[in-house]
């Protein structure tokens, strides 16, 4: 433990198997929750300690361009947008971890006009009937937007989750990552249904 009594992230990560399959996004594998039977749905809990996980796995498999931070100190930022499902869990998986030299930070907005200084930006199914909105606010703003939202990926978001079949999956939207001039590596896309602008898929 940390001197404040405190468990280093680390070990957190290590306590809660949840967080350890979140490196199969590495491999561009789909994440399974863990079963208890063959029909019931993981617990609220675990889906978003897994959610969780891959927002901070995220972080080393996007490129922002140099101009989405402030400067080259600035913080990677992980913005909750509308209501907070997470708990404390995202703010104790990145407590002290940094991608690319840049140390992660964990901040909250309850609207989309307070977004500011943010990279990776998830929007909580509270805000499923602003979506439209919330899409021109960041319009070819350099920041990814995650959602669980009904077709998200559908409604100019760039990466939306599935939950089917006790199964986590991506969908991804190449054209939205362009227009936000991100890079998101071959890994990630790998397995994830990639979904144009135009609701086509391939």
């Given at each position: 433990?940390?001197?404040?009594?405190?468990?280093?992230?680390?070990?957190?990560?290590?306590?809660?198997?949840?967080?350890?399959?979140?490196?199969?996004?590495?491999?561009?594998?789909?994440?399974?929750?863990?079963?208890?039977?063959?029909?019931?749905?993981?617990?609220?809990?675990?889906?978003?300690?897994?959610?969780?996980?891959f927002l901070f796995n995220f972080a080393g498999f996007v490129e922002w361009p140099a101009?989405?931070?402030?400067?080259?100190g600035a913080p990677l930022t992980i913005g909750v947008l509308g209501?907070?499902?997470?708990?404390?869990?995202?703010?104790?998986?990145?407590?002290?971890?940094?991608?690319?030299?840049?140390?992660?930070?964990?901040?909250?907005?309850?609207?989309?006009?307070?977004?500011?200084?943010?990279?990776?930006?998830?929007?909580?199914?509270?805000?499923?009937?602003?979506?439209?909105?919330?899409?021109?606010?960041?319009?070819?703003?350099?920041?990814?937007?995650?959602?669980?939202?009904?077709?998200?990926?559908?409604?100019?978001?760039?990466?939306?989750?599935?939950?089917?079949?006790?199964?986590?999956?991506?969908?991804?939207?190449?054209?939205?990552?362009?227009?936000?001039?991100?890079?998101?590596?071959?890994?990630?896309?790998?397995?994830?249904?990639?979904?144009?602008?135009?609701?086509?898929?391939?």
């Amino acid at each position: 433990m940390t001197s404040s009594g405190r468990q280093p992230p680390h070990i957190i990560r290590r306590r809660a198997p949840v967080f350890a399959t979140a490196l199969l996004v590495a491999l561009g594998a789909i994440v399974p929750f863990p079963a208890e039977s063959t029909t019931r749905l993981p617990s609220a809990a675990q889906e978003y300690d897994l959610k969780a996980a891959f927002l901070f796995n995220f972080a080393g498999f996007v490129e922002w361009p140099a101009d989405a931070f402030a400067d080259a100190g600035a913080p990677l930022t992980i913005g909750v947008l509308g209501d907070d499902p997470f708990g404390s869990s995202l703010d104790e998986l990145v407590a002290g971890e940094t991608i690319r030299n840049r140390p992660l930070l964990v901040r909250r907005y309850r609207t989309v006009e307070e977004v500011e200084g943010c990279q990776i930006l998830f929007v909580s199914s509270s805000e499923a009937e602003r979506l439209d909105q919330i899409a021109r606010v960041l319009a070819r703003r350099s920041i990814l937007t995650v959602g669980e939202s009904k077709d998200f990926a559908l409604r100019a978001g760039i990466i939306g989750f599935e939950l089917t079949e006790r199964r986590l999956r991506l969908r991804i939207n190449l054209a939205a990552a362009s227009d936000a001039r991100l890079t998101i590596s071959s890994k990630l896309l790998r397995q994830a249904q990639i979904i144009r602008s135009n609701g086509n898929r391939k």
